[in-house]
């Protein structure tokens, strides 16, 4: 009999959850010889997302909490989670229904194929603003460019991965998380399952656009080092165009003077290359403050609870459920 594992990053999700419950389960419980269990690692919710799950856990003990310190991020979360799953295959899936709990039994008759990672491929994403589509597009297509190998386009979190290719992500010890760019790093063989993604359904997304662009900031620096190609490219460029304007305006006086000082263009000059220099400064910051974060070596994620079936070590609104299961 194979085991499964529903891996399911919780922040602020509180209306969503039973629905999410009651589609998954339905689901994983269609599998023919498959044990399944659903783990939520919580990211420090602050509204009622672990009363509702520790509410669930005590009538389904095959539903687990791992429940963090803090808000770490959903890179973390996904950290914390894999770290603490011991399945033949994971599927990694939102709790806000944008990607269907009925594409499971699809994704597991790949990986019986073969497959090491089944990862879905939107074809649409309905509730999503256009601005939001567009750059999300032009940041995977930008990736596919520069990275030093393929991230799939289109591709989100959603995917099943088997037991090799979750050990070989524990390997991986970096603090600054791209794991969109670390499921393809790992290789091994992997295959797209496409589908049309849902909009929300319920809440609020929990990414603006600030956090979208630090997002895109990591997986850029982390899987690339070509803004640091283009400074040294750019900056040989204006130095060579430096020279050859130097040489034009030394060879201009000498032959027919200059009686206009030139305090218009010369600033200009300045100007435009000190904002050139001033920006790619920036991106060595970026390069830098990364591997400041690296040298740390702080853990990626603290555990508060780790809450198993029946087991509420600590959880008061889980036990309150178990007393009204009794009555």
Same mark, same amino acid.
């Given at each position: 009999?194979?085991? #499964?594992?529903?891996?399911?990053?919780?922040?602020?999700?509180? %209306? !969503?959850?039973?629905?999410?419950?009651?589609?998954?389960?339905? !689901?994983?419980?269609?599998?023919?010889?498959?044990?399944?269990?659903?783990?939520?690692?919580?990211?420090?919710?602050?509204?009622? =997302?672990?009363?509702?799950?520790?509410?669930?856990?005590?009538?389904?003990?095959?539903?687990?909490?791992?429940?963090?310190?803090?808000?770490?991020?959903?890179?973390?979360?996904?950290?914390?989670?894999?770290?603490?799953?011991? %399945?033949?295959?994971?599927?990694?899936?939102?709790?806000?229904?944008?990607?269907?709990?009925?594409?499971?039994?699809?994704?597991?008759?790949? $990986?019986?194929?073969?497959?090491?990672?089944?990862?879905?491929?939107?074809?649409?994403?309905?509730?999503?603003?256009?601005?939001?589509?567009?750059? %999300? =597009? %032009?940041?995977?297509?930008?990736?596919?460019?520069?990275?030093?190998?393929?991230?799939?386009?289109?591709?989100?979190?959603?995917?099943?991965?088997? &037991?090799?290719?979750?050990?070989?992500?524990?390997? #991986?010890?970096?603090?600054?998380?791209?794991?969109?760019?670390?499921?393809? $790093?790992?290789?091994?063989?992997?295959?797209?399952?496409?589908?049309?993604?849902?909009?929300?359904?319920?809440?609020?997304?929990?990414?603006?656009? $600030?956090?979208?662009?630090?997002?895109?900031?990591?997986?850029?620096?982390?899987?690339?080092?070509?803004?640091?190609?283009?400074?040294?490219?750019?900056?040989?460029?204006?130095?060579?165009?430096?020279?050859?304007?130097?040489?034009?305006?030394?060879?201009?006086?000498?032959?027919?003077?200059?009686?206009?000082?030139?305090?218009?263009?010369?600033?200009?000059?300045?100007?435009?290359?000190?904002?050139?220099?001033?920006?790619?400064?920036?991106?060595?910051?970026?390069?830098?403050?990364?591997?400041?974060?690296?040298?740390?070596? &702080?853990?990626?994620?603290?555990?508060?609870?780790?809450?198993?079936?029946?087991?509420?070590?600590?959880?008061?609104?889980?036990?309150?459920?178990?007393?009204?299961?009794?009555?």
């Amino acid at each position: 009999m194979d085991s #499964l594992t529903v891996l399911v990053p919780v922040y602020n999700e509180e %209306a !969503v959850i039973d629905e999410f419950y009651r589609r998954t389960v339905a !689901v994983c419980e269609s599998l023919d010889r498959t044990q399944f269990e659903i783990l939520f690692v919580d990211d420090g919710s602050s509204d009622g =997302s672990c009363d509702i799950i520790s509410g669930l856990i005590a009538k389904d003990p095959r539903l687990s909490l791992l429940r963090l310190s803090r808000n770490f991020g959903k890179e973390a979360a996904l950290t914390a989670g894999l770290d603490h799953v011991d %399945a033949d295959a994971i599927v990694i899936i939102d709790a806000d229904l944008q990607d269907p709990p009925e594409l499971i039994p699809d994704m597991l008759t790949l $990986w019986k194929k073969g497959y090491d990672t089944v990862y879905g491929q939107r074809t649409e994403r309905h509730g999503e603003s256009f601005v939001k589509k567009l750059t %999300a =597009s %032009a940041f995977y297509r930008l990736m596919a460019h520069v990275g030093r190998f393929s991230i799939p386009r289109d591709t989100g979190d959603f995917r099943l991965l088997s &037991r090799r290719a979750v050990n070989a992500l524990r390997c #991986l010890p970096e603090s600054n998380r791209f794991m969109k760019g670390l499921f393809s $790093w790992i290789g091994y063989p992997q295959i797209a399952l496409k589908y049309s993604r849902d909009p929300r359904h319920a809440g609020e997304t929990k990414f603006n656009y $600030w956090k979208l662009w630090n997002f895109a900031l990591d997986g850029i620096t982390s899987f690339t080092t070509i803004p640091l190609k283009l400074a040294s490219y750019i900056g040989v460029f204006l130095a060579f165009g430096s020279f050859l304007y130097g040489a034009y305006v030394i060879v201009k006086t000498l032959i027919w003077g200059d009686p206009v000082p030139g305090y218009p263009s010369l600033m200009t000059v300045i100007l435009f290359i000190g904002g050139i220099q001033l920006m790619f400064l920036g991106v060595l910051g970026e390069y830098l403050g990364r591997m400041f974060d690296e040298t740390k070596r &702080r853990p990626l994620y603290l555990i508060q609870e780790h809450v198993r079936g029946s087991d509420f070590r600590g959880s008061v609104s889980a036990a309150e459920y178990a007393r009204e299961d009794v009555k």
